[in-house]
């Protein structure tokens, strides 16, 4: 699609900066961006009640305060290594790796997209 819509020929590279003009991310940060935007329902009690099951609060877990521990982190859960790629695991891994300032709830999918678009 990229070589389409930039007039590209068939065989050229795909570079980040043609994602960068674009304003396109690519598939595997795409689906990262839509994991997010459900966690940010779930986390404020926007989602069904069925999906939040998994996702429990670190402050709940553990009430001690290291200068490691972020506020508004999920508890990631203990999987084997078939449930790595489950929804409940790599959501609460990707909540806990954004930066502080994104886990906001007004604007987020476009916040995490420019997240995302910086680090390519």
């Not at 590209?8 to 980040?16: G, T, V």
């Not at 508004?72 to 790796?97: D, E, I, R, T």
């Not at 999918?109 to 678009?117: G, V």
């Amino acid at each position: 699609m990229i070589r389409f819509v930039l007039s590209l020929e068939q065989r050229s590279h795909i570079s980040k900066n043609h994602f960068k003009d674009l304003n396109w991310l690519p598939l595997l940060k795409r689906v990262d961006q839509i994991t997010l935007c459900h966690v940010n329902k779930i986390k404020y009690g926007l989602a069904q009640d069925y999906m939040s099951e998994h996702f429990v609060s670190q402050d709940s877990v553990n009430s001690h305060n290291t200068r490691f521990s972020k506020s508004g982190c999920f508890s990631v859960p203990k999987v084997k290594a078939h449930c790595l790629k489950s929804f409940s695991y790599n959501g609460c891994k990707l909540w806990n790796q954004l930066p502080s300032d994104i886990t906001n709830l007004s604007h987020f999918k476009n916040s995490i997209k420019q997240h995302y678009l910086s680090v390519i």
